[in-house]
């Protein structure tokens, strides 16, 4: 309510996550007002679970046509031939989850086209997930970013992914280049890349303010203007 002043009485809520009670309790507390699926997690589970077995094929397909009845079917065609008696107790679970809330294999376009809104544009809910990967791909791993920092990266990946206009230190980027016009960049850019990186690294490099007679010092020295 405070980030996105939710209101109660006329915004619709799309609630995309796993089996989890604290998950599912968020259905039963907004009731119509929201839309409860498994997306990105159900696929994710029937992959791990099944990926070997001979209907796998099968079940991806019942998950991309949203029919839960036929993808309960595919399913429980593989009870009995997992591997380990934790992969049958998982896949047991996860069909009682579908049997209990089949709505959560449907599309969730379609429930908000059924409340009178345009879902023009609009992806499959997979691909939040697809774009989360992206996020934690490039801003994770190790790394450790300040708040300001973080949220500089994902504003330059959004406009980056989705080719908006960027203010940048080197000027507006209104269209970004293609694959080809990066391998050859414009002299301007290259010239003003140099120039201001020289700004940013002055007096950043250690090895620089040892004495100038060490290895190093000179090794780096001599790329000055690479």
């Known amino acids: ?47 791990r679970l099944c990926r070997k077995h001979p209907r796998y094929r099968q079940m991806q397909e019942a998950l991309e046509a949203y029919d839960s009845q036929r993808l309960l079917t595919e399913l429980n065609s593989a009870v009995g031939t997992l591997q380990t008696a934790e992969q049958e107790a998982r896949l047991e679970q996860l069909i009682q989850q579908i049997e209990k809330h089949p709505q959560a294999v449907e599309d ?14 609009m992806r499959p809910m997979g691909s939040a997930e697809s774009t989360m990967h992206v996020f934690a791909k490039r801003l994770k791993q190790g ?43 414009p002299k301007c850019y ?3 890349v140099t120039k201001t990186f020289e700004q940013v690294a002055r007096d950043n490099i250690p090895y620089l303010k040892n004495k100038a007679n060490l290895p190093v010092y000179r090794a780096l020295k001599g790329l000055v203007g690479f």
């Open 108 to 121: 969730y376009r379609q429930w908000l086209q059924e409340q009178g809104i345009d879902t023009t544009g």
């Open 1 to 47: 309510m405070d980030e996105f002043d939710y209101d109660p009485t006329k915004h619709k809520l799309v609630i995309n996550g796993d089996g989890a009670k604290w998950i599912t309790a968020c259905r039963e507390y907004f009731k119509e007002r929201a839309f409860y699926m498994h997306g990105f997690h159900l696929a994710r589970e029937i992959r």
């Open 143 to 185: 790394r450790s970013w300040s708040e300001k920092g973080a949220r500089a990266m994902m504003r330059g990946l959004v406009a980056r992914l989705d080719n908006l206009g960027l203010k940048t230190l080197f000027g507006r980027v209104e269209a970004w280049p293609t694959s080809q016009e990066e391998d050859k960049p």
């Open 190 to 192: 290259a010239e003003k």
